[in-house]
């Protein structure tokens, strides 16, 4: 340490001692004095015990006594609940060692964080008043934060009891949050009430707001900011108490979501893409994302998952050729490394259990490449096949042959459509006009009033809509074109044109 810093740490241990809070810690110390080197407070260490701090002079029958004793452990620190004392955590880390040591995760890294007590900053707020007054030259803004000066003692003995590498920074993906609860914590904070009694007022009739309770930590600190020297010093202890229990040690683990990719082909006339549920009621006994996860669940363990896909077609609309591609967010997982042919085996799974949709290149992908999924969605172009049917009647004006319905309809290139949203799907999408495109058609006729027209459209394109007309809700339409009633018998997704996850082989 400079001169400066260990004059601040002797000033700050002297007043300390001189208000009987001994009971500090020294790396407490330290961190209201601001040292920033991690290598300080590793190098303290606890106040020896009674049984190994004996006075060689003592009588032998005395030191018989302190030698039977057992080993105690120090009073907890006032500023930190003890946290930052080996042996104090060392007892906590008994506590939750089987925890760490039996780790479902598959990291061979972590990073770590530590949650605190609220009431931890009343403490600290408590002991920077009297520096303040007591020691020339304090300044509170290079008080190390308790929980950063944590980590650096800490961070080796979590290594060691999981076996797994101690890393600082924001590449780390796998998180290991060390929880402290004290149970006189709410009571402590109660005393914020009277402090701020308007603001709390105020609180207390937004309890949506404040879903999170009246008392946070953001908010503590922030009301703080606003209370004077007096008013903090009648309603809260200056200096802080000695807490009246041992706080209690947890540990939450948790790991960044990873993301599965893969294209998916549906050969089904009477499935969803998703769950279908209507007012509560399933209407179609599974779906595409369903059929897809369960193989998923059954390999992996992860809290849950979150699908999307490049667009969705309709439960009677078959996906064919490549397929749709599609993502799952598995969140919280277990396992984030494969082997090779690792994830080809679930997909195989996939598909021996279910013949109406079947899954290839199932992949993982980083994050930043899941945007490709939705990235110009109105710009990707798709293509159809559906089977139509000429349904002449009243309004028809002009029944046309099948040679003159494919010349008619292949000489149209990049035909612009106004599409108002379909009666179909009024109640769950605004009533809106979309301009959509229709780029080429292919008419393949099949008999004297049915062919299948195999058309490319922009992304978004209610084809259906632009077969029969929707009432004229999409002008134009192929009965517009053709002067006569058409119908559309079946519609197939044949090809999306998204290269998008990468083509995959089995391994």
Known sequence: MWTHEIETVEAIQGVLNELDCSDICRRCVLRLAGVKKSHEFLKVADPPTPATDQDPTEPESKKAKLAEAPLSIPPCCRACLGIMQDSIMAEALSQIGPQLTDCPFDADHFTL???VPTSLALREHSLKLILTDRVPGFFEGCVVPVKQAWKWINGPKFEAVMGKKFVTGDSCQFFVEFQVTLAEDEAEKACLVDMCKLEYLQR?????????GLVTRVALEKSLQDVSDEQFRKHYPVPPTRPLSRFQPDVKMTHNSIFLAGRYNKYSRELPQTP????????????????IISDIKEALVFDSTNFSSSGREDVDVRMLGDGRPFLFELTNPRQTMFKPGELYEIQKKINAHSKIVQVHDLQLV?????NRLKEGEDQKTKTYNALCRLCPGKNSTNLMSMTDIKAKLELIKNLELKQRTPIRVLHRRPNAVR?????????????????????STQAGTYVKEFVHGDFDRTIPNLSSILETEVDILALDVEKIDLDWPAKTHPS
């Not at 207390?204 to 999170?212: A, P, R, V």
Request: aromatic share 10%.
């Open 435 to 455: 301009k959509r495109s229709v780029y080429f058609m292919e008419v393949t006729p099949l008999t004297s009033d049915q062919f299948k027209l195999r058309l």
């Open 204 to 212: 207390q009739h937004k309890q949506k707001t404040y879903h999170m």
């Open 366 to 370: 980083k994050k930043a490449e899941t």
């Open 276 to 291: 279908w549920l209507v007012d509560g009621e399933r209407k179609a006994e599974s779906s595409v994302e369903e059929l």
């Open 113 to 115: 964080a530590v949650s």
